[in-house]
C-alpha cells in the first residue's frame, strides 16, 4: 500500500512537507505543492491512514454528490436517498458539483480520503473513464450512479426511462397531427439525455415522419440556457409544441414564450418531464408534466448501495430502470392549431414603427429578439437594420443628409459621442433623463458618463462593459504544467499581471517554443480592422505609462514608453498563429474556445460564448482576469434620438422599457451586455456568469477611447486618430521599419492631423 513517505520521496520533499500540504497547517509554495499532487496522483495514494482498511471498510459515512442545490429532480432524489439511509444509521456526506467536472473530481477525492463506505453519484463527466477507474474502481469502492450513466466503468446505475418516455410524448402528439415538434434537452454527453432525443427520433421514423434535426436543442439545463435557446434558436411562431426534459427547463421555455406573447397551450403545446405530486398548483396552468417519482428512483439507488456495501463479495452490478406513470395514460392534449399565424408585422399596427440602426453585436441581436415583447406590450413595432461596426458611422452621417431620414434611433460607440454632437447627429435628451430619475438610478454611473457631453445627455447606454483576460484555468492548475513551469521560468504559474508576463506564459503555451505544450500558441490578436486592432495597442501603451498626446493636446508618440508598448505587441505576435491583420475578434474567440489557445484578451461581451462553447467541448474551464497592467479599455454603445424624428415618444417609450430590471436580465441572459445595475446583484446570474463581478470591479479603472477636446473646439474623429496608431504597427510589420522609425513618422502624420483641427493651441494659449 501506498504510504505518506513514498509521496514524499517521488516528490522530492520531506514527510513534514506532505502533511502540511494535505492538511493545510502549513501554506506550501505551489510549485512544491503541483510536485506532491502529481505524486498523490501518479502513485494512487489516499490521504488518510484509515484508507489502508478501505477494502474491507467498516465506516457508516456514505458520500453522494449533486450537480446543482437548485435542480429540484435532483433534489428529491436526494431526499429519497437520504431517507433510506439515515434510517439504515448511516450518516450522510453530500457535495455539489455546479456541473462542474473539476469540483466534482475534488468532492468525490474528498470523500475517499475521509474513507466512506461508499457513493451515490450523479455525475457531470461520465465520459471520464480514467478518473472512475483510478478513483473508484482501483480501490473497489461500492457505488451507485443516478440518471447519468458513465462511459465503459462496470457500476450499478438507476435511472428512469428516458427513452420511453419521450418516445410516448412525441408518439402521442404524432398522433393528434403535430408534426413541428422541438425537443429542447440537456447535453448529448449525458445518458440521460441522449437517450431522450433517440426516443424522440425513433417516433418520428416509426410513423415514418421526416423530423427537423434543428429542432432538437441542447442546453447546459439550466433555466437560463434553455431560454436563451429558445429566443436564439428556435422560431417559436412555426412550431406547434415544445418538449422539456425537466422542470428546469420548462422554466426557461415557458418564460421565453410568455415575454414573446405566446400562450400555452392556446398557442403552443408544452409538456415537460415533472414530479408526481398531489398538489397540481405549483404548476404553470397549460403545461403538460408527466409523472414520475425521483424521491423512489433515490430510495432504491440508495438500497442498492447499501447491499452492494453489505455482500462486497458476492455482489454483481445492477441496474434498476423506473417507468414514468404517465407513459400507461392519454394526455389531455388540444388538437393543434389549423395554421400558425406569424408574429404581425408593422403593417398590422395603428403606431408608426420605430426604426432603429445598430451595430452588428451580439448585444444588438440580443435586443432584436426581445423587441417583440416591447410590441407586444405597447404595440409599437419595432424594425432592427443591422451595420458593421466600422461601417456605422458613416451610416449615420448618409442618413442623416437624407431628406427623409430612415432612422428614429441611432446606436453609437462612445469614442464617437464627441463627433455625434458636434455635428447635430444626436439629440440632446436630459430633460427627458432629468425627468425620469428610475432611470438614472437603475444603470451604473460610469456607463451614464458614457452618454454625457459638456453636462448634457445624448442617449442612454445599452452595452458596459470592458476587456477582460481569459484563460484556461485548467491548464493553469494542472500540477504536471505548473512543474515544468516553474523548471523553465523559476516562477509560479499564475494569470499575468504584466504585459512581460503575459508573454513569458504565451511562449510557454505555444508549441513552436515548448513542444510540450498542450496548446498550440499561447495566444491571439485580433487586427483585421483598426476598430479592432487599436484597442490590442492602447491597452499596452497605457499600461507601459505612454499616451497619444499630453495635458497641452501637443503629440507625445514618439516616446521610450509608446516604443515599449510596440515591441510588446511584437513579441506577442510571435506566440500567435495567426496574421493579426487578417484576424477577427470572432476567430480569436474560436481559437480560444476551441482548444487552441491558452490566453485571450477580448471583450466582456464574449463571456458567455467562450464559457459555453468550452464546456461544450468538454475541454477544461476558463479562468477570468484582470488585464495585464489593469488598463483595460471601457466598451461602451449608446442609444440616441435622431434629432429631425417625429416618433420622439415612441423612443423615449423604448429607453423606459430597455433600462428596466427584468429587461436587462433577459438581455444578459440571451448574450447581451446590459448596463443595469440589476443582474451584477443576482446571485443566480452571477453563479451562471462569475465574470460579471469582474466587469464591475473594472468600471474602476477602465480607460475611454476619446480624443483630445477643447471647448468649442472641432472634434477629431476617433477613426483618424486610431488609423495613424494603427499605421505604425503596419509600417513594422508590412514595411519592414524599424520601432523608431515607424514611431517617427506617425509623430508626424498625428501632428499634422491635430493641427488641421486646431490642436494644439498657440504657445501663448498654453
Known sequence: MVTLKDVAKDAGVSIATVSCCLSGTRQVKPETKARIMESIEKLKYIPNASARNLKISTSNRIGIVLTDINNLYHAEIFKGASDYLQRQDYTIHVAF???????????INEFISQNVSGLLIITSQPHNTRFFQNCIQSYSIPTVFVERRPENIDSSFACFDNYRTTYFLTEQLLQKHYRRIALVTGPEHYSSEKDCSDGYEMAFQNYNIPFDPSLIQRTNMSKEDAFKVVLNNLDPDTIEAIITTSENIADGVLEALTILGLEVPGDIQLLTFGEECWNQSFRHPGVIHTCRNAFTLGSEAAGLLIRHIQSPAFFEEKNITFTDKVVH?????LLPPATKAPFQLAADYEAPPLRILMADIATSHSIKLLSRAFTHQTGIPVEIDFAPQAALLSRIVKDMEKAYHDYDIYMYDIP?????????????????????????????????????????????????????????QDLFEDPAIIREFQKQYQISLRPPRTWTEFNGIAQFFTKKYNPASPTLYGTSLAGIVDEELAPEILIRLWAYGGSIWDKYNRVSLNTPEIAKSFNSILKTLDYTGRDPFQTSISQTVEDFSSGKTAMLVTYSEYASEISTSISNNTIGRVGYESLPGRTPISVGWNLGINPYTGNTDAAYAYFKWICRSDISFYMTIVDGQSPVMAPYQSHEILKLYPWMELTEKSFNYCRKRIGPYRPNSLVIPENKLERILCSILKNVLQKNMSVS???AL?????????????????????
Open 741 to 743: 522609425e515607424a514611431l
Open 97 to 107: 458539483s455546479n456541473s462542474a467536472p473539476v469540483i466534482e473530481q475534488e468532492k
Open 746 to 766: 506617425g509623430q508626424t502624420e498625428m501632428e499634422l492631423l491635430f493641427k488641421s483641427y486646431g490642436y494644439p493651441k498657440p504657445l501663448h494659449f498654453i
Open 329 to 333: 395514460s392519454s394526455l389531455p392534449l
Open 416 to 472: 464617437w459621442l464627441q463627433y455625434m454632437v458636434q455635428n447635430r447627429l444626436v439629440s440632446d435628451i436630459s430633460l427627458f433623463i432629468r425627468e425620469n430619475p428610475e432611470l438614472m438610478d437603475s444603470v451604473f454611473p460610469e456607463n451614464w458618463e458614457n452618454c454625457q457631453h459638456d453636462g448634457h445627455y445624448y442617449g442612454i447606454p445599452i452595452v458596459g462593459g470592458s476587456q477582460i483576460l481569459f484563460y484556461r
